[in-house]
């Protein structure tokens, strides 16, 4: 018989590995049955699949906007993807963007972790309230993918710059004018400003649920809970 119990252990296993990298897409359809499951088996496995989503999603976001950035070189447009600064700041902005939600996974995490501890309800290993609370990033995943769509929406934009990003004062405040006047009137520029507020309620409302899920506590505790670690996490950070 032992074949046999090795041959379903291994598909157990499959099947677990399978259904943990999946849990960030769960997150985003069915929380409250996903965060029961985290609370049950803190899988750590599916966070992997998460941060690669990410950096990707990320990566891809900036790509697509730089090719929306035009400079004058020598009296010539010219795509900022084919400058000399191009790879070095793709690689600084995106290394500034995981680092900015990195910063957001430890602030509200470890806030919702501690603060939930004064109040009554089950308790809950703080390594495992981070693995859990971390699948509330699948968020910033659908963040980004809407920037990205929006990015390519967009028309492209003709600088009076020989390099990018701007750094004078005078050229950072005419590069936002020339940005505001050419994009802000736009439709989907306009929606992806309103769903970047849109997602961050939506983390609050994660971060409710997971709460509610691992402490076994009211809705209502676990909303506050969730709104004012978020409130302090936005005033420490900012929006990224």
């Given amino acids: 018989m032992e074949p046999e119990s090795n041959a379903t252990e291994s598909l157990n296993t499959e099947g677990s590995t399978a259904k943990d990298l999946i849990m960030p897409f769960k997150i985003l359809i069915m929380p409250v049955r996903a965060f029961s499951q985290l609370s049950q088996r803190a899988a750590a496995k599916g966070l992997i699949t998460l941060a690669a989503l990410i950096v990707t999603i990320a990566a891809l976001a900036q790509y697509v906007s730089a090719t929306k950035i035009v400079l004058t070189i020598n009296g010539q447009p010219s795509s900022f993807m084919a400058t000399a600064g191009f790879t070095t700041w793709l ?18 995490s470890a806030g919702l972790a501690l603060i939930s501890r004064f109040v009554s309800g089950k308790e809950t ?30 028309p492209s934009i003709s600088f009076q710059l ?13 590069a936002l004018s020339l940005i505001t006047q ?28 997971a709460v509610k899920t691992m402490r ?10 969730s709104s004012a670690v978020f409130v302090f996490t936005l005033f420490l950070l900012g929006l990224p």
């Fill in 91 to 108: 690689a600084g902005t995106l290394s500034t963007t995981v680092i900015s939600i990195m910063m957001y996974w430890l602030v509200f």
């Fill in 125 to 154: 290993k703080l390594t495992n309230s981070f693995v859990i609370l971390g699948y509330m990033l699948s968020v910033f995943f659908v963040l980004y993918a809407v920037r990205t769509v929006m990015y390519l929406a967009l």
């Fill in 162 to 174: 020989g390099s990018w990003p701007p750094t004078e004062p005078a050229q950072i405040d005419e």
């Fill in 182 to 209: 050419t994009w802000g009137s736009l439709p989907i520029f306009q929606f992806e400003r309103f769903f970047s507020y849109v997602s961050f309620a939506w983390l609050v409302l994660l971060g409710a649920i």
């Fill in 216 to 225: 076994e506590i009211s809705w209502s505790k676990a909303g506050v809970i």
